[in-house]
């Protein structure tokens, strides 16, 4: 894989922040069994979906020029985006609500979701396009 591909970068620091806000989950936290779950559930989500991140990075590398415009570079790049945003608004505010007892603002952990839905339909459609 090509170290200078974005997505990894994108990823491998995913990671490390699904990580590090897992060890404060188990160690850290203090809050009630509802916050706790929800805590969980938005570090499980922010995983896998770096997980995901990881699948946009080697997509993006094994399709050559994807940087230079094909088609499916493009899709790719806008799966990774609404990867990135569906990790940033489902798990950072079920993670937020874990901490606070409050969602940052309302109807962040559906758009996050949908985000998260339409990253995977947008790389399956990219795997479909020539490049």
């Known amino acids: ?33 509802r916050g706790r779950d929800l805590f969980a559930r938005g570090v499980q989500y922010h995983m896998w979906h770096t997980f995901a991140l990881l699948a946009v990075a080697w997509f993006t590398d094994a ?22 945003a569906g990790i940033v608004l489902f798990s950072g505010s079920l993670s937020g609500f874990g901490v ?4 940052p603002f309302a109807g962040a952990a559906p758009a ?12 399956a459609f990219a795997a479909t396009r020539k490049g």
């Not at 090509?2 to 809050?31: D, F, R």
């Not at 050559?64 to 493009?74: I, L, M, Q």
């Not at 606070?100 to 969602?103: D, N, S, V």
């Not at 996050?112 to 790389?123: D, E, I, N, Q, S």
Request: net charge negative; charged share 15%.
């Open 1 to 33: 894989m090509n170290t200078a591909n974005p997505w990894l970068v994108v990823a491998a620091l995913s990671g490390l922040a699904a990580v590090a806000a897992g060890a404060y989950g188990a160690h850290g936290l203090e809050a009630d069994d």
């Open 63 to 84: 399709r050559k020029n994807t940087s230079g415009g094909t088609d499916a570079g493009r899709w790719a790049h806008r799966a990774g985006w609404l990867f990135a």
């Open 100 to 103: 606070t007892g409050e969602l």
């Open 112 to 123: 996050g979701g949908l985000a998260l839905m339409a990253g995977w339909a947008v790389l």
